[in-house]
């Protein structure tokens, strides 16, 4: 293998802007969680609502062309799911892991079992025309940084803005107050006026949109629908909120770091002769998730002292 290819100077920046568009679904999902686990409420079925995401927003793309009208259904029908998980974890106070988990085989199986019912069996599977990447004058010209930053798909754009505003939500807002007042201490919340219970509803519906937008920017890179489409991702991101010590601007950091040890396998998979070399290709497949892992299990031992909400996880039952 050539590793000029992969690592030489005429394909970093190719390299680095694969990274850019493969990161950002996980940054999206990752700032939503962010603010749910903020108010305490911990939303396992990310991965589930990012799949239900992609399946609409593909569905609706195919039979309007419309990109953004695909990440707005694919958004809409996340906060949907996120539903089941508030109805389960903040009306009925059911354990939040189970329902997590149990929403992402539903989210799963109900993403495969529409695309069925729509497309059928077909021997040639339905593609889509995503976005296309905006050429922003003299911004996209810049060397290096130009074609890196300033030549992404108008969704991507999209949705660091929504990061952003997630973070600005959460650290300089009075809601984002009643939000981490909500996860640390929800009692105290509770007796100067703040419902907690409307306040984790609030951030799981912010939560469950972001994931099915991010499912949705999945589906605008790649074009097309398949099980597993969004490839754990829904997970990565629950890691990277970790990473992101439940900051949303900390996740950038984090999904880029898994959006360049993945767009690093596929460039060096592409170059060693992908399935055809005598490396198991799912080695490569692995690199990413391996990473992130090892990523999260050294912040934990570098941050001794956790700094997640006191009351993640904990349900919350007012007095009457």
């Given at each position: 293998?050539?590793?000029?290819?992969?690592?030489?100077?005429?394909?970093?920046?190719?390299?680095?802007?694969?990274?850019?568009?493969?990161?950002?679904?996980?940054?999206?999902?990752?700032?939503?969680?962010?603010?749910?686990?903020?108010?305490?409420?911990?939303?396992?079925?990310?991965?589930?609502?990012?799949?239900?995401?992609?399946?609409?927003?593909?569905?609706?793309?195919?039979?309007?062309?419309?990109?953004?009208?695909?990440?707005?259904?694919?958004?809409?029908?996340?906060?949907?799911?996120?539903?089941?998980?508030?109805?389960?974890?903040?009306?009925?106070?059911?354990?939040?892991?189970?329902?997590?988990?149990?929403?992402?085989?539903?989210?799963?199986?109900?993403?495969?079992?529409?695309?069925?019912?729509?497309?059928?069996?077909?021997?040639?599977?339905?593609?889509?025309?995503?976005?296309?990447?905006?050429?922003?004058?003299?911004?996209?010209?810049?060397?290096?940084?130009?074609?890196?930053?300033?030549?992404?798909?108008?969704?991507?754009?999209?949705?660091?803005?929504?990061?952003?505003?997630?973070?600005?939500?959460l650290t300089r807002t009075a809601f984002g107050l009643s939000i981490r007042a909500a996860g640390e201490s929800p009692e105290a919340a509770d007796s100067v006026g703040v419902s907690v219970p409307r306040t984790r509803w609030s951030t799981l519906l912010i939560s469950g949109a972001a994931a099915g937008m991010a499912g949705a920017l999945v589906i605008d890179s790649l074009g097309f629908f398949q099980d597993g489409i969004t490839g754990g991702r829904g997970w990565i991101a629950l890691g990277v909120v970790i990473l992101a010590r439940w900051n949303p601007l900390g996740a950038i950091a984090g999904g880029f770091m898994f959006g360049l040890v993945d767009a690093f396998q596929l460039r060096v998979q592409a170059a060693s002769g992908g399935q055809a070399t005598s490396v198991p290709y799912e080695l490569f497949q692995a690199m990413p998730y391996a990473v992130t892992l090892l990523a999260v299990i050294a912040t934990t031992v570098w941050f001794s002292r956790s700094n997640s909400p006191k009351a993640l996880g904990i349900p919350f039952v007012p007095a009457k």
């Amino acid at each position: 293998m050539n590793w000029s290819d992969v690592l030489g100077a005429g394909a970093l920046v190719p390299l680095f802007t694969a990274a850019l568009r493969l990161a950002v679904p996980i940054v999206l999902a990752a700032a939503g969680a962010c603010l749910a686990e903020r108010s305490g409420l911990m939303n396992l079925g990310i991965e589930g609502q990012m799949m239900v995401g992609a399946i609409i927003a593909f569905v609706t793309v195919y039979y309007t062309g419309q990109p953004m009208l695909g990440a707005v259904t694919g958004a809409a029908a996340g906060l949907v799911i996120a539903a089941i998980v508030g109805y389960l974890t903040i009306t009925m106070a059911v354990d939040q892991i189970i329902t997590g988990i149990s929403v992402v085989i539903l989210g799963t199986g109900l993403a495969s079992f529409l695309y069925l019912q729509v497309f059928g069996m077909t021997g040639t599977p339905p593609r889509i025309q995503g976005t296309t990447p905006l050429d922003l004058p003299v911004l996209s010209d810049l060397p290096v940084l130009g074609p890196i930053v300033f030549s992404q798909s108008p969704l991507v754009y999209l949705a660091l803005a929504l990061v952003v505003a997630l973070w600005w939500v959460l650290t300089r807002t009075a809601f984002g107050l009643s939000i981490r007042a909500a996860g640390e201490s929800p009692e105290a919340a509770d007796s100067v006026g703040v419902s907690v219970p409307r306040t984790r509803w609030s951030t799981l519906l912010i939560s469950g949109a972001a994931a099915g937008m991010a499912g949705a920017l999945v589906i605008d890179s790649l074009g097309f629908f398949q099980d597993g489409i969004t490839g754990g991702r829904g997970w990565i991101a629950l890691g990277v909120v970790i990473l992101a010590r439940w900051n949303p601007l900390g996740a950038i950091a984090g999904g880029f770091m898994f959006g360049l040890v993945d767009a690093f396998q596929l460039r060096v998979q592409a170059a060693s002769g992908g399935q055809a070399t005598s490396v198991p290709y799912e080695l490569f497949q692995a690199m990413p998730y391996a990473v992130t892992l090892l990523a999260v299990i050294a912040t934990t031992v570098w941050f001794s002292r956790s700094n997640s909400p006191k009351a993640l996880g904990i349900p919350f039952v007012p007095a009457k």
